[in-house]
């Protein structure tokens, strides 16, 4: 059962990395008056990221984070939009996407995730999708890289 749950989140989230990938050619190919448009998008992405990055990182300044630290920091954040993800297991996703380990984990410690309330809903995510005992949904959730305090949060959370 745990490896068919994993198996149904990373396709959804390779499924994500396509259509991300497939959104940023788009606007690379287009006209001209696209690309203007792209960089400008880019350069208020990078600013917020900067200001973020800065805000939550006090102990570096922004010229201490590289582009790849940004770069990860920026996928992580449209990957915590999507779905919810362990603290291990965004790392993961992130290296899967070609980051570097220092890169993932940088962007998993400095995107400003509830790692509770991401436990809380992939513990609501699991039970839309199949019935759980307690003690299954706790293993579950620690098999996907929750501590047993997130795991027991999140099926607290979920209703259990």
Known sequence: MKKVLALLLCTSMLALSACSSTGSEGSATSGSDATTSSASSV????????????????????????????????????????????????????????????????AADNCGADWNEQAAKAAQSYLEISSFSREGLLEQLEFEGYTAEQAEYGVTAAGY
């Not at 770069?71 to 790392?91: C, M, P, Q, R």
């Open 43 to 106: 350069s208020q992405s990078e600013s917020a990221a900067n200001t973020s990055t800065a805000s939550s990182q006090s102990t570096e300044s922004s010229d201490d984070v590289t582009m790849g630290e940004k770069n990860a920091l920026e996928s992580a954040k449209t990957y915590l939009d999507v779905s919810a993800f362990s603290h291990s297991g965004l790392i993961q996703q992130l290296e899967f996407e070609g980051y570097t380990t220092e890169e993932a984990t940088y």
